[in-house]
T-cell receptor, first 113, second 113 residues
């Protein structure tokens, strides 16, 4: 059972454009939703995260939009740059005595110059 | 402040063998989690160690075991290796067991032939 579904699998965006990656979750007990960025040969790095008490969080060019009723959240990358080319993972976790993240399958983003 | 370091970077083993992977957590972090990332997939939670005790476990068989040492470094041991164990193994540290902000190392790429 895949608890966090991520789409699209891959994405090509022109430099300066907006990249949008979507995730949907099933477990209503999830209460923390981070996005991770992973470059080849590296581990995932935390990019931005949101909790269900807000509908949007913005940090620089990166914005998370969160829709609790639809159980969906998305990452928007404004003014996409070639350096943003990486694999992006959404994830979710719930307070259960220890922190564990359930990841989506990832989206490979290519920003063309 | 040092980040999460893992060793070795790459490893090749044959089916049935045993392997030990090592991780040094980020300075000041007392919790270590291990994840398995198969090719083209998101990381999957294996287990977490908090103050030298296993604090939570994902859906992995008992042949996956671990240790955490007094300096909070950690080992992941896998016995009776199977071909499907071929993956990137990621270690992540956090400030405590409830802290969802995970800092990942670059991983150990394990190939089982």
């Amino acid at each position: 059972q895949q608890q966090v579904k991520q789409s699209p699998q891959s994405l090509i965006v022109q430099k300066g454009g907006i990249s949008i990656i979507n995730c949907a979750y099933e477990n209503t007990a999830f209460d923390y939703f981070p996005w991770y960025q992973q470059f080849p040969g590296k581990g995932p790095a935390l990019l931005i995260a949101i909790r269900p008490d807000v509908s949007e969080k913005k940090e620089g060019r990166f914005t998370i939009s969160f829709n609790k009723s639809a159980k969906q959240f998305s990452l928007h990358i404004m003014d996409s740059q070639p350096g943003d080319s990486a694999t992006y993972f959404c994830a979710a976790s719930r307070g259960s005595g220890y922190s564990t993240l359930t990841f989506g399958k990832g989206t490979m983003l290519l920003v063309s110059p | 402040e040092t980040g999460v370091t893992q060793s070795p970077t790459h490893l090749i083993k044959t089916r049935g063998q045993q392997v030990t992977l090592r991780c040094s957590s980020q300075s000041g972090h007392n919790t270590v989690s291990w994840y398995q990332q198969a090719l083209g997939q998101g990381p999957q939670f294996i287990f977490q160690y908090y103050r030298e005790e296993e604090n939570g476990r994902g859906n992995f068989p008992p042949r996956f075991s671990g240790l955490q040492f007094p300096n909070y470094s950690s080992e992941l041991n896998v016995n009776a290796l199977e071909l499907d164990d071929s993956a990137l193994y990621l270690c992540a540290s956090s400030a405590d067991s409830y802290n969802e902000k995970l800092f990942f190392g670059s991983g150990t790429q394990l190939s089982v032939l």
